[in-house]
């Protein structure tokens, strides 16, 4: 079983909708961070996060120490959102642990 | 200066070839790490140094050779490969403080080996 866990591994919308990402981890971190991935593309930071909740733009993140889960919300979603999530974590301060991404198709 | 640079964008090479991955950094990062990443998985961490000095290998070929001449640069050195080596590599840097871990990622190295 992975350590970080995210659902679904695969998500497509229309232009518009309100997504969500879930990301589930099994080990004591300090610090969790959601990155998002264009096809051949670098990884770009969007957030990170050692509790409660942050905003930026359309997204929004949110983390759960006590239950070990965070999400990834997008508002009004566009086609330039697609892309692959990747949820990480910190157990110590020099490794990240990664999900296995996922993938965001969004339709105009 | 608030980016992490990679050159080469793409490199196509032989089995016998010897070339080098640049990593460059002017944020005043302490800490520079190397990551590959296949298709469709996530990046794999291969290397990290922390001031200078390399702290983690993972278990990586010894035809990957990691190189940081100075805090601001990182290089890594290939030698050898193998086909199933070609991959994206990435370079990260992080500011090491004790309650900051967030890494800045470049924008890779497309390398194919033929």
């Known amino acids: 079983k992975n350590e970080v866990e995210q659902s679904p591994q695969n998500l497509t919308a229309q232009e518009g909708e309100f997504i969500t990402i879930n990301c589930s981890y099994s080990v004591g971190i300090s610090a969790l961070h959601w990155l998002q991935q264009h096809p051949g593309g670098g990884i770009v930071s969007l957030f990170m996060l050692s509790s409660g909740k942050k905003k930026h733009g359309r997204l929004i993140a949110t983390i759960n120490i006590q239950e070990k889960h965070s999400s990834l919300h997008i508002t009004a979603s566009h086609p330039r959102d697609s892309a692959v999530y990747i949820c990480?974590?910190?157990?110590?301060?020099?490794?990240?642990?990664f999900g296995t991404g996922t993938r965001l198709q969004v339709f105009p | 200066d608030t980016e992490v640079t990679q050159t080469p964008k793409h490199l196509v090479m032989g089995m016998t070839n010897k070339k080098s991955l640049k990593c460059e950094q002017h944020m005043g990062h302490r800490a520079m790490y190397w990551y590959k990443q296949k298709a469709k998985k996530p990046p794999e961490l291969m290397f990290v140094y922390s001031y200078e000095k390399l702290s983690i290998n993972e278990s990586v070929p010894s035809r990957f050779s990691p190189e940081c001449p100075n805090s601001s640069l990182l290089n890594l050195h290939l030698h050898a490969l193998q086909p199933e080596d070609s991959a994206l590599y990435l370079c990260?840097?992080?500011?090491?403080?004790?309650?900051?871990?967030?890494?800045?990622f470049g924008p890779g190295t497309r390398l194919t080996v033929l």
């Open positions: 990480a974590v910190n157990e110590n301060t020099d490794k990240l642990i």
């Open positions: 990260a840097s992080r500011l090491r403080l004790a309650d900051y871990n967030e890494q800045f």
